[in-house]
């Protein structure tokens, strides 16, 4: 038998676990190096780190708006900029900060005569291009880390040998979805082996969006002005970012 907990009690116990964890948190830390930390937030910090994540967010709206726009999907550069923000945020909520938002995203910004499939097709792109033009902010990173930490030799050849393998499937990627317009259909194709065995009609269903999501894709990045536009955009992103934590 379920017993229903009312609204006021639910919320008790959620500030309770709150407030337990607070307690956790300032148990752990050093209490002088938190105000310490504190001190370091002045006027000048906050309104730095706004007009820093503003740019970043005009930017990264202009570079999903031109990816739409060549998807012939046109409503407006507010919506865009408040389906952007809202999937960032609850991106940023998830544990890899890099994925969770874009489902959101695509609900806010879907209009009456666009397929689901087609804002996914350019929300894909967008984040390619995010993950793309970070590669290199991340190897300036890890070699200044190297240079600057005096780590040992062996952390250095392990973590330098990992980032290089995901470095060098993400490249691989890359080359697949130009070169190959069936990439994307013959990856899920095999993910699907298992589904298709236990049930063959939901396999073809799927199948039959990702056909379509693969097409989508391919017919937007063909204008390759466009799409190095918003890959400049993406550069743009992430000297800016860099900037920030400088």
């Known amino acids: 038998m379920k017993v229903r907990l009312n609204r006021s009690l639910r919320n008790a116990i959620e500030i309770t676990l709150l407030l337990l964890l607070v307690l956790l948190f300032l148990r752990v830390l050093d209490l002088h190096q938190l105000r310490m930390y504190f001190s370091l937030i002045t006027p000048k910090v906050v309104t730095g780190i706004l007009c820093f994540q503003l740019a970043i967010l005009v930017i990264q709206t202009f570079q999903w ?22 999937g960032f945020a609850l991106t940023y909520l998830t544990p890899s900060m890099y994925f969770g938002g874009e489902p959101v995203r695509a609900s806010l910004y879907k209009g009456p005569f666009m397929s689901y499939q ?84 939901l396999a073809v269903k799927i199948l039959r969006s990702i056909r379509g999501f693969a097409g989508d894709v391919h017919e937007i990045i063909r204008s390759r002005k466009i799409f190095y536009l918003a890959l400049l955009a993406g550069v743009t992103v992430a000297v800016i970012e860099v900037l920030q934590t400088w």
């Open 65 to 86: 708006g031109l990816i739409l726009r060549e998807a012939g999907i046109h409503r407006g550069f507010w919506w865009t900029f408040c389906a952007r923000v809202s």
């Open 118 to 201: 087609t804002v996914y097709a350019t929300i894909a792109l967008d984040k390619y291009i995010e993950l793309a033009t970070k590669i290199p902010c991340i190897v300036t990173g890890f070699s200044l880390l190297v240079y600057f930490a005096h780590t040992g030799t062996a952390l250095i050849f392990v973590s330098g040998t990992i980032l290089l393998v995901l470095i060098g499937i993400f490249l691989f990627l890359i080359v697949k979805l130009f070169s190959s317009r069936t990439f994307i259909v013959t990856f899920f194709k095999r993910l699907l082996r298992p589904v298709a065995r236990m049930n063959p009609r």
